[in-house]
């Protein structure tokens, strides 16, 4: 829990993403869960029935199925986390563990630029997503309602189709709203599923985009250690045989039995870390495997349902227009960040296998060279994050996803 408090800032509890089954936690996280699952789902089934009620209202209908579709997502992010809570639990480990230590005491001169680059970037994605998904419900639930009112946008009926129009997102209810009392509820119930989607979507994201930066973090510690492994092996090397490392050269270590020895033993340190990455990627492609499909699938269609809400209808209401605008600009930044963050990984890990060919192996012996060509055979399959297992996330994703937008 100390980690968890630590690096997430209790993002994955109040998400409903961590269930705790610690005594102390048990019942109400079990009742978190219960409600976060229970509300979606039910304003889900309400606004597949209010689609069918819009009938050709295609303004209204690309409304209701942007909000349909942010229901949806949510309900496959806890499931998936539900799910594999064994998996984020062993991320966590991993995590609290940082990764792996090297025995021969390396330690990357970049390590410590690197933890402030990353440290800058969890501070302020922690402190702004929370706040932008907050605002587009604030805005979507009492700003828009109001400037409807006051452009005499909003609509003279309670009722059309069925569907009570009074409301944020108008939706059919099972029940008559016709007292000041069943208002405030649809408005407060409107309320909490909106807090709910922001909780879950923005807590998933933030986690994806946390424990990516975790890996690549680690990719780019191993990288610097296979980029200097002569000289850590060097440095042991001098620890142990003092007297006569001051008197060979480099060209007589490598014939040195006992210094092939300690390259052989630091290459397996590498393979050690790399396994343990590898691990903790695995984990994460798990938990962001479906939640990221269903995201990229439903993607373009939200997005041009958030732009045809936008601008095509001048009879549409403001709160309509202004909410997709805030929905828009929170679903691009979303697909940039993933596919970027994607990108960066799929880049180090390709990286590393160039560094592999580029050390010099050609002086080693042949246990050592053989040890780096199995070790570059793992490393010819390169840590790619899948949407739904079959396209990879990186910008070239992005791009398509606008294209087809546009």
């Known amino acids: 829990m100390t980690t968890m408090k630590r690096e997430y800032s209790y993002l994955l509890q109040v998400g409903g993403l961590f269930l705790n089954l610690r005594p102390k936690w048990r019942y109400l996280s079990i009742l978190q869960l219960v409600i976060y699952f229970t509300i979606p789902i039910y304003f889900m089934y309400f606004a597949i029935k209010t689609t069918f009620a819009w009938g050709d209202d295609l303004n209204n209908v690309a409304t209701i199925i942007h909000y349909t579709t942010l229901l949806l997502i949510t309900v496959i ?5 539900i799910y594999y809570r064994g998996r984020l639990i062993d991320i966590i480990r991993i995590t609290s563990n940082n990764y792996y230590t090297y025995k021969d005491g390396f330690q990357s001169s970049k390590e410590e630029m690197w933890k402030k680059r990353d440290r800058k970037i969890k501070i302020m994605l922690i402190v702004a997503v929370p706040l932008y998904f907050s605002l587009c419900v604030f805005v979507g639930l009492v700003i828009a309602p109001n400037l409807d009112a006051n452009k005499r946008m909003s609509s003279n009926s309670d009722y059309i189709n ?27 119930s409107q309320m909490l599923a909106g807090m709910v989607i922001a909780l879950v979507i923005a807590g998933a994201d933030l986690a994806l985009i ?21 000289n850590r092996a060097l440095k042991v090397f001098n620890q142990i045989y003092k007297e006569d490392s001051k008197k060979k050269t480099m060209k007589e270590l490598y014939d040195d039995e006992r210094f092939m020895k300690l390259i052989d033993w630091c290459i397996k340190q590498n393979v050690e870390h790399h396994k343990i990455i590898a691990r903790g990627f695995d984990h994460i492609y798990s938990l962001a495997k479906w939640p990221l499909g269903a995201a990229f699938l439903f993607g373009s269609v939200v997005i041009a349902f958030s732009l045809f809400t936008a601008v095509a209808s001048e009879n549409s209401r403001m709160s309509s227009q ?43 012996n042949r246990k050592c060279a053989l040890s780096i060509m199995i070790f570059k055979e793992r490393l010819k399959k390169p840590l790619v994050l899948l949407a739904a297992g079959l396209t990879p996330i990186n910008m070239e994703m992005f791009g398509t996803v606008s294209i087809c937008v546009l």
């Open 210 to 230: 946390f424990f990516s930066l975790g890996v690549g973090f680690q990719m780019n510690i191993l990288r610097d250690a296979i980029q200097n492994i002569d």
């Open 162 to 188: 069925n569907i009570y129009m009074k409301s944020p997102v108008p939706l059919v209810y099972p029940y008559i709203v016709d007292s000041q009392a069943k208002h405030y509820l649809s408005m407060l």
């Open 77 to 81: 992010v806890l499931v998936t986390f």
């Open 322 to 364: 202004l909410l997709s605008l805030m929905l828009l600009g929170a679903e691009v930044w979303n697909m940039v960040m993933i596919c970027y963050i994607g990108q960066q990984l799929t880049d180090v890990s390709a990286g590393i296998y160039d560094d592999l060919y580029n050390i010099k192996w050609r002086n080693w």
